[in-house]
């Protein structure tokens, strides 16, 4: 038996890309389980944003994807043709688990949750050629897993990820993660960890737990201890809450942290307007002095980048331009996105009725509106995020944030901070240019002069 595990495109529209320089995340541990419980089959890894998926070239018998919202109607066609050329399609990921009706539709088995308590279950079951229509995993505990195999990519990558948690305790309407991950966290056995970054080829990586720091403040010191003794010469960025920040061992915390290699972190902003944090139920992670939580992250020197959903129906105008003076005031960048309901969320039943219709799930991007907003329309909406996103990423701007952030950090907090904005940046940049030249090609439906 031969597996192909592929990774979908980002781009809009399933266009291939550059991609990002950063391993897809779970294709090399889900090949590590595979390897371990079919040692005998062969496996094969494709990252769609480097490589095309040409479904009549496939020489796999099997062919599985993971699967976020704004992917699937890419992965659905690639699926439909695959299987119309006799190969067996497996989907699994967020929005396969958020709507396995709907992707069952589109294969002969879907993973709904994790896959460590199933994945065998449903190899047999394919070997037998009677595969159910879906597989529920449960919640494994995480210790005894296996080693990402990071050698089976045609592409090559500066970044590879590593976790050391599953879940999150916080409760965010917008987030999925403690609907299908859990709402108490699980967490890795520190010497795990250690033993894997320490063996891995990399040197860079990117921290994939929901939150770094926040699911045990004390954990999360010994096993930045643990990391600064074990593991030398490589760096890493992740995702955190500012509520433990506030934490009584806040500095142990942020000195370890920059000792086991943290050079930059994207912390949970969320939203620049109060209404909109307590509709989302974002403010337990944000703590009452978020200001001074980024400003002590950076004089410990770790860069700062704030995660921030815009366009909410609570939202007004001046949010957009009130995020660039935050960020000016802060020195620090930011990512900020266009506030999104996906499926298996809570925000998705609070929006439901002002839903648009008509469209697809690649419009789930964080590129569009996707529901009514009492006063600012979509098209609204969508240009003032493309502004906000050219004054953030100019290149004086981008200089002064590196200038800001604490000499403990030099070279790599420095350098990581370029690294993540430059090609922040430019990526935002191609997306607006990318955008015009198709305006520029839909012919208005309104004759001139009306409108």
């Known amino acids: 038996m031969k597996l192909l595990l592929v990774s979908p495109p980002f781009g809009e529209k399933g266009q291939t890309s550059k991609g990002l320089p950063i391993a897809p995340p779970v294709l090399e541990y889900l090949a590590a389980l595979t390897r371990g419980l079919r040692p005998d089959w062969e496996l094969e890894l494709l990252d769609a944003n480097r490589e095309h998926l040409v479904p009549q070239e496939v020489s796999a018998d099997l062919v599985g994807f993971t699967v976020l919202t704004p992917q699937a109607p890419w992965v659905y066609r690639k699926a439909d043709a695959l299987r119309g050329l006799g190969k067996k399609v497996v989907l699994g990921g967020i929005h396969a688990s958020a709507l396995p009706e709907e992707a069952s539709s589109h294969a002969d088995a879907v993973l709904v949750g994790e896959a460590e308590t199933v994945l065998d279950e449903l190899f047999q079951d394919l070997e037998r050629g009677s595969p159910k229509r879906v597989y529920h995993g449960h919640f494994p505990e995480l210790a005894g897993q296996p080693q990402p195999l990071t050698s089976l990519w045609k592409a090559r990558y500066v970044y590879g990820y590593f976790q050391t948690s599953r879940g999150c305790p916080h409760r965010c309407t917008f987030c999925s993660v403690h609907e299908f991950f859990g709402g108490k966290a699980r967490v890795r056995p520190i010497d795990e960890v250690v033993a894997e970054l320490a063996q891995s ?234 955008r015009r030249l198709l305006a520029a090609r839909v012919p208005s439906p309104l004759p001139r002069g009306e409108g």
């Not at 950076?298 to 957009?320: A, K, N, P, T």
């Not at 039943?349 to 002002?354: G, L, S, T, V």
Request: net charge positive.
């Open 201 to 434: 080829p990399r040197r860079l990586f990117w921290g994939i737990d929901d939150n770094i720091w926040g699911v045990d403040v004390a954990r999360s010191v010994e096993l930045y201890g643990a990391m600064a003794h074990g593991v030398r010469g490589k760096w890493w960025f992740g995702s955190a809450d500012l509520v433990s920040v506030e934490h009584p061992r806040a500095d142990e915390l942020l000195r370890n942290a920059r000792r086991a290699g943290l050079t930059a972190v994207l912390v949970g902003w969320e939203s620049n307007n109060l209404k909109s944090l307590e509709e989302y139920r974002a403010t337990s992670k944000q703590g009452s002095r978020r200001r001074e939580a980024i400003k002590r992250i950076r004089g410990h020197g770790i860069e700062v980048m704030l995660f921030i959903m815009v366009g909410g129906r609570q939202d007004l105008r001046e949010d957009f331009d009130g995020i660039v003076r935050l960020c000016d005031e802060l020195k620090v960048s930011a990512h900020p996105v266009m506030a999104t309901p996906f499926p298996g969320t809570e925000l998705r039943e609070q929006y439901r009725e002002q839903l648009l219709p008509g469209l697809e799930w690649d419009s789930y991007d964080g590129n569009h509106a996707v529901f009514e907003h009492p006063t600012m329309s979509k098209g609204e909406r969508e240009e003032r995020l493309i502004e906000l996103r050219a004054q953030l990423f100019t290149l004086p701007k981008i200089f002064q944030r590196m200038a800001q952030v604490s000499w403990r950090g030099f070279p790599m907090s420095h350098l990581t901070s370029f690294m993540i904005q430059y090609p922040q940046g430019r990526a935002f940049r191609e997306y607006a240019r990318q």
